[in-house]
């Protein structure tokens, strides 16, 4: 069939729009696909992290679009935190049993009408570990954020329903009746519902019992919930998400023997060349994609040690990143010091990670690099069997504590050796700014820039790696 001049035209003019189109994606500029997940009818969420290796903290909350109250709610929830961690605790040092501050979050409820968020903070001051919960809710309706008393008719109510159901046979003899009361009436702090719809409080560690009992938890039977339910517990309840695990559990099935990385997509022998290693911790965020389009437009691979947790929240970007070229490694699954964690928490952290990455890139990583660099022989141990490699860093570009452009290139600038491994972070926007000049400042002189597997040629499993 003959086509007709003006159909000709149209499909040439088709043609350059691909064309323009394929031009705009090479520069990066069609990337307005946003990273984050996006829930089939649910709102988009990003996450927000802070931290630091001295003291030793990190916080990662959500950003949940058009709850711009409760994200401050959060985010002055967790700044408040992080100083009196840092005024109590942040002058204890280092080693394998440093303070720590771990703030971690999770969506209990999820809709149109209703936002419900609970944060779980653990606190270890060099002895002992407490943790405790906290939970917001936000009425989209109303714009505004509403107490947890909210959910219930009266915190009377509540704590009478709450102590019946300590009576129970099943409840834990070593809660103290009068101290829950005495918590309730102080406040209610972390009030949530079940997926199956039953009233759920939480008590801090060491708030109601002692602290070998950890955080407790009392669930209401279906008939307490529906006579303490309020209108607003009821939407609360239609609107609970379905539970997504923060804390991290053994995998169902043993880890798979580890397969080898894919090959470097350039052969390099750093015995003869000068090379370096760009590394990046914590992430991915939804900036990672700025900094995939930096490193793909200088043609540079890193090294990225990834949280499991926000895999599970950016998998895009995360594959995207193994697609170019990009080595992954595992952080753990929710940044804890792993060598204060039992055998099987610290098996969890590390396992979780590895088959999250594996599943969402079709590699299963061989590096891991612990968090705060805190580790001891049982940490290696266990990596090991996992067939994992530790990699801690030469060059710490600071730039976790300066937030700064300038500092953190002159950093690079004066501590680049061959051989070295530089750690920086991709969850500071301003360490992302910094990448361009970085590797400039490095090809100026003379590096090539390697992923941490080329660098090092065949890390063994179990052996640690810090290059000088
Ligand atoms: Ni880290």
Redesign the pocket.
């Given at each position: 069939m003959q086509h007709s001049p003006h159909r000709r035209r149209l499909a040439g003019l088709l043609a350059g729009l691909l064309v323009l189109l394929a031009a705009l994606a090479a520069c990066g500029i069609s990337a307005a696909r946003p990273s984050a997940v996006r829930h089939p009818g649910k709102p988009e969420v990003d996450t927000r992290s802070v931290?630091s290796?001295d003291p030793r903290y990190?916080a990662t909350w959500p950003q949940v679009r058009g709850a711009q109250p409760l994200t401050d709610a959060l985010g002055a929830y967790v700044a408040a935190q992080v100083r009196r961690f840092v005024a109590e605790d942040g002058t204890r040092g280092g080693g394998t049993a440093a303070p720590e501050l771990n703030i971690n979050w999770r969506l209990v409820a999820d809709d149109k009408a209703i936002v419900g968020v609970r944060l779980e903070r653990y606190r270890f001051a060099g002895a002992n570990g407490e943790t405790s919960g906290h939970t917001w809710w936000y009425d989209r309706a109303a714009g505004r954020l509403r107490p947890n008393a909210a959910l219930v008719t009266s915190p009377e109510a509540l704590r009478d329903a709450v102590l019946a159901a300590l009576q129970a046979p099943s409840a834990d003899h070593d809660v103290d009746r009068g101290l829950v009361a005495t918590s309730i009436a102080a406040g209610i702090g972390d009030l949530d519902l079940t997926t199956d719809g039953r009233l759920r409080i939480r008590f801090a560690q060491y708030e109601v019992a002692p602290g070998s009992s950890g955080v407790v938890t009392v669930v209401l039977d279906d008939a307490a919930t529906r006579d303490l339910l309020t209108p607003f517990g009821l939407i609360a309840r239609k609107a609970v998400a379905p539970s997504a695990s923060a804390s991290p559990s053994l995998p169902v099935t043993p880890p798979a023997p580890p397969v080898p990385p894919a090959p470097p997509a350039q052969n390099v022998d750093c015995r003869r060349e000068k090379c370096i290693a760009l590394t990046f911790?914590?992430g991915p965020v939804a900036d990672t994609t700025r900094l995939l389009r930096i490193l793909r437009r200088e043609q540079v691979p890193a090294t990225f040690?990834v949280l499991g947790q926000q895999v599970q929240m950016y998998p895009d970007t995360v594959a995207r990143a193994a697609r170019l070229g990009h080595e992954i490694g595992v952080?753990t699954w929710d940044?804890r010091q792993l060598t204060t964690l039992a055998p099987r928490r610290m098996l969890a952290e590390l396992a979780r990670t590895q088959q999250e990455v594996a599943d969402v890139t079709g590699v299963r990583p061989t590096l891991f690099r612990p968090?705060?660099g805190a580790s001891d022989r049982h940490v290696l141990r266990t990596a090991g069997r996992l067939g994992m490699a530790q990699v801690l860093w030469s060059i710490d570009t600071l730039d976790w504590k300066t937030l700064a452009v300038r500092p953190t290139v002159r950093e690079v600038r004066r501590s680049a050796r061959p051989g070295r491994i530089i750690l920086m972070?991709d969850i500071h926007r301003t360490s992302v700014d910094a990448v361009p000049r970085v590797i400039k400042v490095l090809r100026t002189q003379g590096y090539r820039l390697v992923t941490v597997s080329q660098l090092l040629g065949a890390p063994q499993p179990g052996q640690s790696y810090s290059q000088r």
């Open positions: 931290s290796n990190h911790d914590d040690f952080h940044h968090p705060y972070h």
